[in-house]
């Protein structure tokens, strides 16, 4: 097997097993986070009903502007706080956060962070 499959391998287990304790309901939804190689992408999942409920990403047009030649920390940081602020809108003051068998650092605590500043109780 090459590395990349067991690194593949190794965070599905660890996702399948912070998603058999955690679930997102209407008050209270999963903030959930992906990382590929260029974007990062988070989502507002309402586990109860099936239904994501908002999402936001390096690749959505309205944030594209201020993420022009910015770190992916800081790009991290303000795609949180954007969905933060979105969230408000919505009446959504409280997440349950997913980290999706990542580790808690780098961009998966940056996005976190974001969240918190844009005033979401993680």
Do not use: C, F, W
Not at 24 to 35: H, L, S, V
Not at 112 to 121: F, N, Q
Request: no cysteine; glycine share 6%; hydrophobic share 35%.
């Amino acid at each position: 097997m090459r590395k990349t499959d067991l690194k593949q391998k190794r965070r599905s287990k660890i996702r399948r097993r912070i998603r058999s304790t955690i679930r997102g309901t209407a008050e209270r939804p999963r903030m959930a986070i992906y990382k590929s190689n260029k974007h990062v992408y988070l989502q507002l999942i309402n586990d109860l009903d099936n239904v994501t409920i908002m999402s936001v990403s390096t690749k959505s047009a309205d944030i594209k502007s201020e993420l022009k030649d910015k770190p992916s920390l800081e790009a991290a940081k303000i795609i949180g706080n954007a969905l933060a602020e979105a969230a408000k809108e919505q009446g959504i003051d409280k997440v349950v956060y997913d980290r999706s068998g990542y580790k808690y650092h780098g961009i998966v605590k940056a996005a976190a962070d974001g969240a918190r500043e844009g005033g979401l109780d993680l």
